[in-house]
């Protein structure tokens, strides 16, 4: 078996694993839990056969718009991909502190300033060197350099905090972000063994299609198997996760103002009573005396 072959098939069972994802996404209503994950699937399902018929067009008839349609589609997807993912890690955020509506809140607004400082370093980084269209390549791969990084930064927090937030390895939630992170993690190898060899190229394409089928396979078994009924999360009142919530829960919210009068001294105080006692003394005298 060739090896563009072998490609093929590779690619053709990425496409696969896509729509049964897709499927069994819809399948159990997931879309209403996480909109943005349902929207990337259907990108990535609905992009996939497009981008293969323009690429064929390209190869059978050497026509050179095949190749600017193909160029314009294709970095269109990725960087509304990119977006995307964004928009996903923020709903596995909030799904995962669900319990924790006060962490939940405050991580949201955090988490909105992160991606934030993220798209402004991405386009600061940006050399523009090229220009025109010619920029969107340098854009769609800065975009998703970061959005890498955050993935890797979610799935590292939903790991050690899991204990924590009560959170089952059996949650969609998990899964989503154990995907995108066994993904992220594999474009950053890939990138960086590129860079340094070469001739690892054709090998390590196997080796990057294999555990994109395998992340894919992941999401798949997830949407199949019924996840456990998340329960209320019983903490102590000491707890320090419950202390966190119950001031985040604070953070924000005006209550009822009070107001707060500095504690005044002591022995001014008393010198301040002397004074009144004499005040009252000299007027009880002198109305005695008139009387």
Not at 70 to 85: G, H, R
Not at 160 to 187: E, K, T, Y
Not at 225 to 236: H, L, T
């Amino acid at each position: 078996m060739s090896s563009n072959l072998a490609m093929s098939m590779m690619g053709a069972a990425e496409f696969l694993l896509w729509a049964v994802l897709g499927f069994l996404f819809w399948r159990r209503n997931l879309q209403r839990r996480f909109p943005a994950m349902g929207v990337y699937l259907a990108l990535r399902i609905a992009s996939t056969p497009v981008l293969f018929l323009l690429l064929s067009g390209n190869l059978l008839v050497h026509w050179q718009m095949w190749a600017v349609l193909y160029f314009y589609v294709y970095y269109a997807v990725y960087i509304a991909s990119a977006a995307l993912l964004f928009f996903i890690c923020m709903e596995v955020f909030r799904s995962a502190l669900s319990s924790f509506s006060g962490l939940m809140k405050l991580g949201i607004v955090i988490f909105r300033w992160a991606v934030l400082a993220s798209v402004i370093v991405t386009f600061s980084s940006i050399s523009f060197a090229h220009r025109g269209m010619l920029i969107l390549p340098d854009i769609g791969y800065a975009l998703m350099r970061s959005v890498s990084i955050m993935e890797l930064c979610l799935l590292g927090f939903l790991c050690l905090s899991m204990n924590a937030l009560n959170l089952s390895p059996r949650d969609v939630a998990f899964g989503i972000a154990l995907g995108f992170g066994v993904m992220s993690a594999n474009d950053f190898v890939a990138v960086s063994l590129i860079s340094h060899n070469a001739s690892l190229t054709a090998p390590l394409q196997f080796v990057y299609q294999a555990v994109i089928l395998a992340a894919l396979g992941v999401w798949a078994a997830y949407c199949a198997v019924p996840e456990p009924a998340r329960k209320p999360v019983v903490v102590a009142a000491n707890s320090t996760i419950y202390r966190w919530n119950e001031i985040a829960s604070a953070l924000g919210h005006t209550g009822t103002q009070v107001a707060v009068q500095q504690p005044a001294n002591s022995f001014f105080l008393t010198d301040v009573e002397k004074v009144v006692e004499k005040v009252l003394s000299r007027n009880l005298r002198e109305s005695e005396s008139k009387s």
